[in-house]
């Protein structure tokens, strides 16, 4: 029996008296005496979900609540205190903010999240940080995508639950660039590695394809479409490769009307996403069916990237658009080239000077040269983008 005195709070009623799985929702009831006991079980709800979720056998609320769709999304940087190296939870927070409210979906622990620098409990923090942060500013909508990669499948597959677990909506995976040597042309190997990863996981798995940072392993459009047939669980690519060719193989696949009948996805409310990994190509992916982009550009000019891809998908039913979109491309695919280069050390180094956080990276990564990182942000390029940025927030100098 319920009590009549329960309150129904995100979904889940407080009041009496034990957890009652309820088709895929969990209701979690408590007794509530007092204003201030209701205070008290809403700080302690996130872990009695955690927990409940736990126990229900790898279900996982949030890939159903919060859709992964077309658009525009960040590898956020994890920033941390002078001297101890120390995560720096509050300026991560405001960040994740800024970009989120922009209309940039969050990716935790990615490579400009300095993954490879973190410890699992760290990875697990941001996704808890970013989490809370999002919720309290009324962006409970917005998914959370975590980096999970790692050196082995086993370990992939266990930092992939941590993620789920701590709040990630959805998981993005890299091979290991360890032993690329053995696996780069291994294709037998690498579909392996996808196949289970994406069927162990308890949250729908995105393909990482940067050779740069995994030992030169580049996954071929067939290889891609493959996993997209074969993997139900897998819910896209991110094309750092920057291979347009192969986006717009993998995108005329997946664009097909009997792909979405012939490989549906185990969850309905994660398609598979083919987005690129640079902004330099936003535009010419929207005409070849691509679906956006995971970008550290959208770090720096978040409302600028959301722009342009909003004008490229408008201009597939505007013509008159066109002109306008190739001009931001040409504003954003130059600072994406001259930002690029300078790597994550020139990232920060840009968000300390445009919004005073950003500090430093992990040893052994160095910091920018002071020198370079001041001509960098004189440079034409950087500056013709925060010209557009500060346009479209309202905030150009008269």
Not at 74 to 103: Q, R, W
Not at 128 to 133: L, V
């Amino acid at each position: 029996m319920i009590r009549r005195r329960a309150v129904l709070v995100n979904g889940c009623a407080i009041g009496p008296f034990i957890p009652d799985r309820q088709a895929w929702i969990w209701r979690v009831y408590i007794p509530v005496v007092s204003p201030n006991e209701v205070d008290f079980y809403l700080r302690i709800l996130p872990t009695l979900l955690s927990v409940f979720q736990m126990a229900a056998n790898g279900y996982h609320a949030n890939a159903i609540s919060r859709p992964l769709r077309p658009g525009i999304f960040a590898p956020i940087p994890s920033f941390f205190l002078p001297g101890s190296e120390d995560l720096d939870i509050p300026s991560f927070e405001t960040h994740v903010i800024k970009t989120a409210s922009a209309g940039v979906g969050p990716l935790i622990a990615g490579s400009m999240g300095e993954a490879i620098h973190l410890s699992h409990s760290e990875r697990v923090k941001l996704i808890h940080a970013a989490r809370k942060a999002l919720d309290n500013a009324g962006l409970v909508h917005i998914p959370i995508i975590a980096g999970t990669g790692a050196g082995s499948t086993r370990e992939t597959i266990e930092l992939t639950n941590e993620a789920a677990t701590a709040g990630a909506d959805y998981a993005i995976v890299i091979a290991s660039g360890y032993f690329a040597g053995a696996l780069a042309n291994n294709r037998a190997a690498l579909k392996t590695f996808w196949v289970e990863v994406s069927e162990k996981s308890p949250i729908p798995v995105i393909i990482y394809n940067y050779p740069g940072a995994s030992g030169g392993i580049d996954l071929d459009s067939d290889l891609i479409t493959e996993l997209a047939e074969d993997c139900p669980n897998i819910c896209g690519v991110k094309l750092t490769c920057g291979n347009v060719g192969k986006l717009t193989r993998i995108a005329d696949t997946i664009a097909a009307p009997a792909f979405a009948t012939l490989h549906p996805r185990k969850n309905p409310h994660a398609p598979f996403l083919v987005l690129g990994g640079y902004t330099d190509f936003v535009l010419p992916s929207a005409y070849v069916n691509g679906h956006g982009a995971i970008t550290g550009l959208a770090n720096l000019f978040p409302n600028t990237v959301v722009h342009l891809f909003k004008l490229a998908e408008a201009s597939l039913k505007d013509p008159s658009l066109l002109t306008e979109a190739q001009r931001v491309q040409g504003i954003i695919a130059r600072a994406d080239f001259t930002i690029a280069k300078a790597s994550i050390v020139g990232t920060k180094f840009l968000l300390e000077k445009m919004h005073g956080y950003g500090g430093t990276t992990r040893k052994p990564l160095p910091p920018i040269d002071p020198v370079t990182g001041e001509a960098l942000w004189a440079h034409p390029h950087t500056l013709a983008a925060v010209q557009l940025e500060r346009e479209l927030t309202g905030k150009a100098q008269a």
